[in-house]
């Protein structure tokens, strides 16, 4: 069964920084693209950036790319994401995805993920 768990979420300082962590077991680690999400209520879900867990290539939506870096930590099985310069509008509960597959898509869309964490929630105050 595929687990994703998230943490690191919390409340800070519009400028501020935060890492969170997605622990993923379950499945091959090494074949699979992991994802981050966010979603504010009301609205639809939105893809940040994914990475390919078989050669580390990363991939952004165009609109996240300068303030949010997706790693990961293979042998531990877990993918990071650093968010910087944290705005309001930053605001949202954040997902963790996978989805085995021999590449990403650029496109980061909800769709091609079938496993999902339950989120941590990521508050910026201005």
């Known amino acids: 069964q595929v687990t994703l768990v998230e943490s690191g979420g919390d409340s800070v300082q519009a400028g501020g920084s935060l890492r969170l962590s997605c622990a993923a077991s379950?499945?091959?680690?090494?074949?699979?693209?992991m994802a981050w999400f966010r979603q504010v209520p009301g609205k639809e879900r939105e893809g940040i950036a994914a990475?390919?867990?078989?050669?580390?290539?990363?991939y952004y939506v165009d609109s996240m790319k300068d303030r949010f870096t997706i790693s990961q930590d293979a042998p531990k099985n877990m993918a990071f994401l650093q968010m910087n310069s944290l705005k309001p509008d930053d605001t949202a509960m954040y997902y963790c995805?996978?989805?085995?597959?021999?590449?990403?898509?650029?496109?980061?869309?909800?769709?091609?993920?079938?496993?999902w964490g339950q989120g941590t929630q990521v508050t910026v105050s201005s």
């Open positions: 990475i390919y867990t078989g050669n580390g290539r990363t």
């Open positions: 995805a996978a989805e085995e597959r021999s590449f990403c898509s650029a496109d980061v869309a909800e769709y091609e993920y079938r496993h």
């Open positions: 379950g499945f091959r680690y090494e074949r699979n693209c």
